[in-house]
């Protein structure tokens, strides 16, 4: 079946660091795939999305490239900020409709 | 975008009771979904809320349990029946537009059963 791995967080980082967060996926067919960020408190925002190969999303300075051939989707930012401190999903979605979740990776900003 | 809303924020519960939560759409959606956030987890689909016909649960959640409604385009409740502190959890409404790539989420209704 479909599946999404996300890297293990929680992910600590000072402010102005650069940021990655890998994510991988398992799919049949030719998904759609998603970063979703949810802020403290708050319910889950669409930060980006890729819906074929070597497209790339990006968002608040965020960005990721659908990778087909690695499979991948990591999610970037060359300079995070305190603000940024969330958890982050990356997610997929293929014909079928369905909506796939990693387990979310937290991220921390320090300033 | 579309804006969700859902009631309750929040709530506590007693074992044993069941709670409704409403969502609330400001457009008409074709697709409607239920998700389940357990503390520290991801979120896994609970059904798909079909309008005028009964919902598509997945793999583990049964009708009895979580029985849902959608009698329109912009509206669906769920209940969470004889809870037990399992069920504990951030219950999510996400709505898609027809042929709509993006999924909205609503804000969340946090449910602390005792």
């Known amino acids: 079946g479909d599946s999404v791995t996300q890297m293990e967080g929680p992910v600590t980082l000072s402010e102005e660091a650069c940021l990655t967060i890998?994510?991988?996926?398992?799919?049949?067919?030719?998904?759609?795939l998603f970063w979703y960020v949810q802020y403290p408190g708050e319910g889950l925002q669409l930060l980006l999305k890729a819906t074929k190969a070597d497209d790339k999303g990006s968002n608040k300075g965020f960005e990721a490239t659908y990778r087909k051939e690695t499979t991948s989707f990591h999610l970037e930012k060359g300079s995070v900020q305190v603000s940024d401190s969330a958890v982050y999903f990356c997610a997929l979605r293929t014909s079928y409709g369905k909506l796939t979740f990693g387990q979310g990776t937290i991220l921390t900003v320090h300033p | 975008s579309a804006v969700i809303s859902q009631k309750p924020s929040r709530d506590i519960c007693q074992r044993g009771t069941s709670l409704t939560i409403q969502c609330q759409v400001d457009s008409q959606v074709t697709m409607m979904f239920w998700y389940r956030q357990q503390p520290g987890q991801s979120l896994t689909l609970i059904a798909t809320?079909?309008?005028?016909?009964?919902?598509?649960?997945e793999s583990g959640f049964v009708i009895d349990k979580f029985p849902i409604s959608r009698p329109n385009l912009t509206f669906s409740t769920l209940t969470v029946s004889n809870m037990s502190p399992e069920d504990s959890s951030i219950y999510l409404c996400?709505?898609?537009?027809?042929?709509?790539?993006?999924?909205?989420f609503g804000p969340g209704t946090r449910l602390l059963v005792l």
């Open positions: 809320a079909n309008q005028g016909s009964e919902a598509t649960y």
């Open positions: 996400s709505v898609r537009g027809t042929g709509g790539e993006t999924q909205y």
């Open positions: 890998n994510c991988t996926y398992t799919a049949t067919g030719y998904p759609s």
